[in-house]
């Protein structure tokens, strides 16, 4: 237990350690309702429309816990095998690069499924203020 603590702790892996807490603590706002989970969809468009309409804020918490599991097995594996010295600096690097990508990519595959239900247009609705029923224009409380 103590080398995984120890490996979440080491460049590259404290980068996605470091991810993995605020984006949990952003679940933790969306729990306690401060937060929406498309609050972020204005901020990166290309980035939701990249991924069909699947809110940032769930392909980001995707990307970083897949680059923090690979970026710690990586590690782990790396301090077992005894890499030191230059070595170790440049497959650090490397692993930081590769976790990006394996995440990147697995992102991708994990929101595929999601994006059918996604797809619809997100924009929020008009309320009828009066009962909080969706707003429809063509409605007989609508003309008055």
Known sequence: MLEIIDAAAQFPTVIFTSALVVALGFWFLVLLGRV??????ADAPALAKALGGVPVTVAA???????????????VVMDRA?????????????????????????????????????SGEHRPRQRDLANGTPFDPGSRSARG
């Open 36 to 41: 929406r989970v498309r609050d972020f969809d």
């Open 82 to 118: 005894g890499v030191t010295g230059f070595g170790a600096a440049v497959a650090r690097v490397a692993l930081l690069a590769l976790s990006a990508l394996v995440a990147w990519s697995v992102t991708r595959c994990l929101v595929a499924p999601l994006t059918r239900q996604f």
């Open 61 to 75: 918490f995707v990307v970083t816990v897949c680059g923090w599991l690979v970026s710690l097995t990586g590690l």
